[in-house]
């Protein structure tokens, strides 16, 4: 591994990068909730982190955008380590979605999605057409959503807000944290179909938690599985199914028991 | 002598100390606010802070208002005989509810809104201008209209010290064994706390995101 870190940072083919990464909450002994991950995501890839509820995957996620640090071992994110970059600019580089969408409740959709250009400084006129391009992307209406409240949008349309919101400002990597979770499952195949294609067609470094095998498989062009804070599996969705090993297994059983699972 | 035929005979009079009085009190509420928010807002961030400001502002109120205006006469710059020392009192007395739901409101937002801000690349003072400070506006308000109500009622008492006001008809009526010239000064202080606190519920509805 070392020798892979000597490898000028600039020259790093990784979007992202994970060397060696360790994470433990400060001053709470025992076992850490990340440990010893290496992992490399690189321009285009659609990576799903799989696991079961608390398996790292979460915090494996919130260490690309700087939200967390690692307690050991290197993030790279293009070319420079995340304790390098100011986290402002890198932040903004970064589009992210959350499962409650986080929307902010006192701003209109058009603003939400304007937010992240409007921080770029970019002119008003170049973000009202942007928004009206994002939700046009995400399937909403830009003359009937752009005046509205988040809380007058359904969950899957706040979803879609969210994505629209990610996207405004074209960061080349996209983090999504389980972001169809909370939703009803015809609207959540709904917007996997869906965002499944736009991720085709907008070719972003994306990396997705998720704990839905059936998800990773559609959205993924790797899935990485987590078990315990370490990686148990990585493969391509046509071979992950075959893999021996027991996290892999009990996530293959669960596709069978899963209701509305295919026969 | 009925209490009707003592409003009409001092009109004037009672007029004058209820415009006092509001003077009092409005004085009282804007140094409150200057304190109380700002403070709110630092102690968000300082929870050492937090502590000590939470709990000498809930001192200051459990201190029986006659009390403290008494304690305060003999205070160099801040106390006395007069409006300067009843305005402090008062002070003290607003600042908890104004502190304790400026900390609660801007606390209490959605943590993933909060994490959807900081994600995106806002920082510190864009989180607490743009989100933080508008989503706690109304939290913020409910305590500042808490505190005027308590404030309308204290100053009565600040006529003891010399301040003037509605409490002078009050202590005079107590004085006299009059139930006219008490309800000269309880009637206006009363309605004034209806009508402070009815205008600032009204402008909290207006400010409510939910």
Do not use: C
Not at chain 1, 19 to 34: D, E, H, M, Q, T
Not at chain 1, 76 to 101: H, K
Not at chain 2, 1 to 18: D, G, K, P, V, W
């Amino acid at each position: 591994m070392s020798t892979e870190m000597n490898v000028k940072m600039e020259q790093d083919p990784a979007a992202i990068r994970f060397s060696g990464v360790s994470y433990r909450i400060k001053g709470i002994a025992g076992r850490p909730i990340l440990k010893n991950v290496s992992l490399e995501v690189r321009p285009g890839d659609a990576v799903v982190l799989l696991g079961r509820s608390g398996s790292g995957k979460t915090t494996l996620l919130r260490l690309v955008n700087r939200l967390l640090l690692p307690s050991d071992g290197q993030v790279v994110v293009a070319g420079r380590l995340t304790s390098a970059w100011d986290e402002i600019q890198l932040r903004r580089g970064i589009g992210y979605v959350i499962q409650e969408a986080g929307l902010f409740p006192h701003f209109t959709v058009a603003q939400n999605i304007g937010l992240v250009p409007g921080l770029l400084g970019w002119p008003a006129d170049r973000i009202a057409a942007r928004v009206n391009e994002m939700l046009q992307l995400v399937g909403l209406e830009p003359r009937e959503f752009s005046p509205r409240r988040p809380r007058e949008l359904s969950g899957g349309q706040r979803q879609r807000v969210g994505v629209a919101r990610a996207l405004a400002a074209d960061p080349p990597i996209l983090l999504m944290d389980e972001p169809f979770g909370a939703l009803d499952p015809v609207t959540r195949a709904e917007l996997q179909r869906e965002f499944a294609a736009l991720a085709k067609r907008l070719a972003k470094t994306i990396v997705f938690v998720t704990h839905d095998l059936r998800e990773a498989l559609l959205l993924g062009s790797r899935i990485v599985l987590l078990q315990a804070g370490q990686i148990v599996a990585a493969a391509a969705p046509q071979e992950f199914l075959r893999i021996d090993h027991p996290e892999v297994r009990a996530f293959a059983a669960s596709l069978l028991t899963a209701p509305g699972a295919p026969a | 002598m009925s209490a009707l035929r003592f409003f009409r005979t001092h009109q004037a009079e009672i007029f004058a100390a209820t415009l006092q009085h509001m003077t009092l009190v409005l004085i009282a509420m804007v140094i409150a606010i200057a304190i109380g928010v700002p403070l709110g807002m630092l102690i968000v961030r300082r929870p050492a802070l937090r502590s000590l400001a939470l709990a000498v502002a809930s001192v200051f109120q459990t201190i029986p208002s006659l009390a403290l205006f008494g304690f305060l006469i003999p205070i160099p710059f801040l106390g006395g005989i007069g409006r300067r020392t009843a305005v402090v009192a008062l002070v003290l007395y607003a600042l908890l509810p104004i502190l304790r739901n400026t900390y609660v409101g801007l606390t209490g937002i959605d943590p993933a809104v909060l994490e959807s801000a900081e994600a995106m690349g806002m920082t510190q003072s864009q989180i607490l201008l743009r989100v933080r400070l508008p989503l706690a506006l109304s939290v913020i308000l409910a305590g500042i209209r808490t505190a005027t109500v308590i404030t309308i009622g204290v100053a009565t008492i600040a006529a003891a010290i010399g301040a003037g006001g509605l409490g002078t008809f009050i202590f005079r009526g107590v004085a006299m064994v009059s139930d006219a010239v008490i309800l000269a000064g309880a009637v206006p202080a009363a309605a004034l706390a209806l009508l402070a606190d009815g205008l600032l519920a009204l402008l909290e509805r207006r400010l409510k995101v939910s």
